[in-house]
């Protein structure tokens, strides 16, 4: 499994460059400090500990808002075989606030937004804000708590690619929910395809 690459002096990334990290305007300074030591914790356990199915590690040494993330498509699944490139960013008020996951590997599901605006993003309970749905589709309990990790998102979004049939309950990808109602063979050639390729362009 080609583990998540931390940038060193000379070695190529796939993912973009971070801008250094910054403090959102009347975010206190110790919240911020709170927010790197957690957040360093966490990788430190992670690289300590592995887990299987993902590897993590920062996109840019000096920002550690802002994680590279490698998954393993789960076996006996639409993604087994894939190797799934993503993002981690999060913000300053971490862990009070949720960060936000964005796939950097082609993805066709519909709890991953397709939209020129939002490509690539991660729409699940375990991400939203903290606190009641508006629209009744979510308990308070479903949604971000601070108690969570880097590891329970990882395992959550995990979940979310192994089921058989996706969850089509106010889906972020409209067309990729529409194609598992009407035609579930095209949508699992299509995610087929898309792990392939997702293979074969980690090793490119």
Known sequence: MPPARSSTNGASSPYPNSRPGSTKPGTPISATSNCSLILRKQLLDLQKYPVDGFSAGLVDDDNILEWQIVIIGPADTLYEGAILKARLIFPPEYPILPPKMIFDSEMWHPNVYNSSDKRGEVCVSILHQPGEDEWGYEDAGERWLPVHTVES????????????????????????????????????????????RSAEEAYD
Not at 163 to 189: I, M, T
């Open 153 to 196: 998102v990882l395992i959550s979004v995990i979940s979310l690619l192994s089921q058989d049939v996706p969850d089509l309950n106010s889906p972020a990808n409209v067309d990729a929910a529409k194609e598992v109602r009407e035609d579930f063979p095209s949508y699992k050639k299509k995610v087929k395809r898309l792990a392939r």
